[in-house]
């Protein structure tokens, strides 16, 4: 526990040394109108923490610098209000068209 301790503020330390912080390109983005409020990401996310609008709505909330990005929430969403932009279809699919050789068409799903 001592050396898992450790490690932990060695990682704390680093982050907070840093002179600017960014959101991480993989980071989600949670649709606070589409929420529901049903905490279900937040029990899968140690980083999305759930938030209370003005009128009493429920919400979940994540820092976009502490996501890690590895898109357990989205599943976890049965409103769909978590997305990923890098992981959507059009960025897929455009991804794809990239790689594609000249003059091949891909085929729509």
């Known amino acids: 526990n001592v050396l898992r301790g450790l490690a932990v503020a060695a990682r704390v330390s680093t982050y907070l040394e840093q002179a600017s912080v ?6 989600v983005d949670i649709d606070s109108k589409l929420c ?3 905490g279900e990401c937040a029990d ?3 980083y999305i923490e ?15 610098v502490l996501c890690l990005g590895c ?3 989205i599943a976890s969403c049965p409103a769909g209000a978590i997305t990923q932009p890098l ?12 790689l594609l050789r000249r003059g091949q068409v891909l085929s729509e799903v």
């Open 22 to 27: 960014s959101p991480r390109v993989t980071a």
């Open 36 to 38: 529901r409020g049903c």
């Open 44 to 46: 899968i996310c140690p």
């Open 50 to 64: 759930m938030r209370r609008n003005a009128n009493g709505t429920v919400y979940a909330y994540i820092d976009n």
């Open 71 to 73: 898109g357990a929430c």
């Open 87 to 98: 992981q959507s279809d059009k960025y897929i699919v455009r991804t794809l068209r990239s």
